[in-house]
C-alpha cells in the first residue's frame, strides 16, 4: 500500500504566495494560456502548480502529469489537457502554442538544459518562466552542509539553477527579455534544514511511491485561506528590494519575454 502524505505548513504557504504571483501575472502580461513542461513536483504532490493559473481563467495544458494528481482538478472543476511526451526536448506540440511556459525547479535538474530552455522557448508565443529554490536562502547552506556531514550525493540539481542572477544571465542569453526577477515564498522561517531530507535518503524512501494530499486544495474550493498566511504575505511583501529578501525567501522566480528576429 502507497503511503499517503499530507503537504507540510511551509508547501501550504509556497502555493498561496505563488498564487497571489500567478494571479499578477495574469493581470499584467494578459496571460490566457499556459504549458507546464513538464508538470512535475519538489517533494510535494505533483502535477498541482498550475491550478492556480487555471483559477485565474487560464487555458492549462500539463505535459507528462501525474494521473494521481488528476483529483485534485476534478474536484475544482478546472479543466485541463494532458500532454504525454517522450523526449521533453522535442515535443510535438506546435511552435508559439501558449502565451506562458514553464516548469517548478525541474530546469535545473534535467540533463540537457540548454536544449529544454529552447523548447520551453519554441512552444511559448510570448513568456518563458522558471521557479526555483533560492541558494541564498539560510536553510539552504545548511541543507547543502547536511548532504555533506552524512556523505549523501546532492540530488537536487544543479546549483547554479538555484541563483537567480545565474538564471537571468541564461534567460538573457537566450534572446529572453527579462521582465520580471524576484522572489516568492518568503515567510519568517528559514527553507528547509534537510535535517527530514536526509531522513528519507537515508530510509531510501521511493517518493514515487507516495501518494499525496494537500490542505489547498480544499482552501481553493472554499476559497478561503489561513488568516496567519495574510500576515506572513506581509512580511513577504515589505517594502524592501527583492535582493535584500534574498536571505529569508525560499523561492526566486524569472519571466523572460520572447524576443522575435
Known amino acids: 500500500m502507497k503511503k499517503i502524505e499530507i503537504e507540510g505548513s511551509g508547501v501550504d504557504y509556497e502555493r498561496y504566495a505563488m498564487n497571489l504571483l500567478f494571479k499578477k501575472f495574469v493581470n499584467d502580461y494578459k496571460i490566457n494560456s499556459v504549458l507546464e513542461l513538464p508538470a512535475k513536483g519538489e517533494k510535494a504532490m505533483p502535477s498541482i502548480y498550475s491550478l492556480n493559473f487555471a483559477q485565474h481563467g487560464c487555458d492549462v495544458t500539463l505535459v507528462n502529469h501525474e494521473k494521481k494528481s488528476e483529483w485534485a482538478w476534478e474536484k475544482l472543476g478546472y479543466d485541463v489537457k494532458y500532454q504525454n511526451e517522450k523526449n521533453l526536448s522535442k515535443t510535438s506540440l506546435k511552435d508559439n502554442s501558449f502565451d506562458l511556459v514553464w516548469n517548478f525547479m525541474f530546469l ?51 546549483v547554479n539553477y538555484m541563483n537567480p542572477f545565474y538564471v537571468k544571465k541564461i534567460f538573457e542569453k537566450n534572446n529572453l527579455k527579462i521582465k520580471d526577477i524576484g522572489i516568492v515564498d518568503a515567510p519568517p522561517w528559514p527553507d528547509s534544514l534537510g535535517i527530514r531530507d536526509m531522513k528519507l535518503h537515508r530510509k531510501k524512501v521511493d517518493l514515487t511511491k507516495i501518494d499525496w494530499d494537500s490542505r489547498t486544495i480544499n482552501w481553493m474550493k472554499e476559497e478561503k485561506y489561513p488568516n496567519k498566511f495574510k500576515f506572513y504575505y506581509a512580511i513577504e511583501n515589505l517594502p524592501l528590494p527583492w535582493i535584500l529578501k534574498l536571505p529569508y525567501a525560499h523561492l526566486f522566480y524569472v519571466i523572460g519575454e520572447k524576443e522575435y528576429v
Open 108 to 158: 535545473s535538474q534535467f540533463e540537457d538544459k540548454d536544449s529544454l530552455i529552447n523548447e520551453m522557448i519554441r512552444l511559448s508565443k510570448k513568456y518563458v518562466f522558471f521557479v526555483a529554490v533560492n541558494r541564498f536562502n539560510v536553510g539552504f547552506f545548511s541543507h547543502r552542509a547536511v548532504h555533506k556531514i552524512f556523505r549523501e550525493p546532492w540530488t537536487h540539481g544543479d
